[in-house]
């Protein structure tokens, strides 16, 4: 499900700290890990007085080097590492997805918030805007450095879209013997379906995945927060969009903007 990866990063110590928690990957049968730094100019263009090739050269420059450490980093920890090259230069967010459509590559794995001393090349509105581009996978890393997968928030919000995320929860939680607590927030006059809790347990129980039903109201992306936090969760699994004002759209963003463990969106 998971054979190859895309890594974005703008080299950045922050955006670096995924590499603290990419040993965890290896129970999802990863085999190769691509890694792009985009070389962002959409601020520059129309600018006057900007040299944007010696600009590209200098960052070029700056970051192979560092590209290819980290490919070694991930070689180290037994996985295939290939540098997409040249560096790509444009806008990160299309760019990045055009990438990871042409590689068709099963995972985006990005940093959230990412800096660098020309400022931000991969900010978290770029993350955001990746996963509002494409239709692969993506994981947002903030600065979560443990394991990743030990206990999995599925936030599910009865929608068709939430239950295919399901295929998703399952796959990684049967491969990487997590535990996963399912929540969903009641919102305002919504009447639960008895049968709801069955359906979605009996898929992951059937695998022998321990599985924990908590049930909130409010607002959605704000309690999915939080319940993540009362419950230990390591990383949180939503869907891109659901039904009316149910999980997504912007729940998805929040939840990416004010997480403190990795999101993954699908």
Same mark, same amino acid.
Request: aromatic share 6%; proline share 3%.
């Given at each position: 499900?998971?054979?190859?990866?895309?890594?974005?990063?703008?080299?950045?110590?922050?955006?670096?700290?995924?590499?603290?928690?990419?040993?965890?990957?290896?129970?999802?049968?990863?085999?190769?890990?691509?890694?792009?730094?985009?070389?962002?100019?959409?601020?520059?263009?129309?600018?006057?007085?900007?040299?944007?090739?010696?600009?590209?050269?200098?960052?070029?420059?700056?970051?192979?080097?560092?590209?290819?450490?980290?490919?070694?980093?991930?070689?180290?920890?037994?996985?295939?590492?290939?540098?997409?090259? +040249?560096? +790509?230069?444009?806008? +990160?967010?299309?760019?990045?997805?055009?990438?990871?459509?042409?590689?068709?590559?099963?995972?985006?794995?990005?940093?959230?918030?990412?800096?660098?001393?020309?400022?931000?090349?991969?900010?978290?509105?770029?993350?955001?805007?990746?996963?509002?581009?494409?239709?692969?996978?993506?994981?947002?890393?903030?600065?979560?450095?443990?394991?990743?997968?030990?206990?999995?928030?599925?936030?599910?919000?009865?929608?068709?879209?939430?239950?295919?995320?399901?295929?998703?929860?399952?796959?990684?939680?049967?491969?990487?013997?997590?535990?996963?607590?399912?929540?969903?927030?009641?919102?305002?006059?919504?009447?639960?379906?008895?049968?709801?809790?069955?359906?979605?347990?009996?898929?992951?129980?059937?695998?022998?995945?321990?599985?924990?039903?908590?049930?909130?109201?409010?607002?959605?992306?704000?309690?999915?927060?939080?319940?993540?936090?009362?419950?230990?969760?390591?990383?949180?699994?939503?869907?891109?969009?659901?039904?009316?004002?149910?999980?997504?759209?912007?729940?998805?963003?929040?939840?990416?903007?004010?997480?403190?463990? +990795?999101?993954?969106?699908?």
């Amino acid at each position: 499900m998971f054979r190859r990866v895309l890594f974005a990063t703008d080299l950045s110590e922050r955006s670096l700290n995924v590499l603290k928690s990419i040993k965890n990957f290896r129970c999802l049968g990863i085999e190769e890990i691509l890694l792009v730094r985009v070389v962002n100019i959409s601020r520059f263009l129309g600018a006057r007085g900007i040299d944007i090739n010696s600009y590209v050269k200098e960052i070029e420059s700056e970051s192979v080097p560092k590209l290819e450490n980290v490919a070694r980093e991930m070689e180290d920890l037994g996985f295939k590492a290939k540098l997409i090259m +040249p560096l +790509p230069v444009g806008d +990160p967010v299309g760019e990045i997805v055009k990438i990871a459509e042409d590689e068709a590559v099963d995972l985006i794995i990005m940093g959230s918030r990412g800096r660098s001393t020309i400022k931000a090349i991969l900010l978290g509105s770029t993350a955001e805007g990746v996963i509002n581009k494409t239709e692969i996978p993506v994981i947002v890393f903030k600065d979560h450095q443990g394991d990743v997968f030990n206990r999995i928030l599925y936030a599910h919000d009865l929608s068709k879209k939430a239950e295919n995320l399901g295929v998703y929860v399952r796959f990684v939680a049967k491969h990487c013997n997590s535990d996963v607590v399912v929540v969903h927030i009641l919102e305002r006059g919504e009447i639960l379906e008895e049968n709801w809790i069955g359906r979605v347990v009996s898929g992951l129980r059937e695998d022998g995945i321990n599985v924990k039903i908590v049930i909130g109201d409010g607002n959605p992306p704000k309690e999915i927060v939080k319940i993540a936090e009362i419950e230990g969760a390591s990383c949180i699994f939503v869907g891109r969009s659901g039904i009316g004002s149910r999980i997504l759209g912007s729940t998805a963003d929040f939840i990416v903007r004010y997480s403190k463990v +990795p999101v993954f969106v699908a």
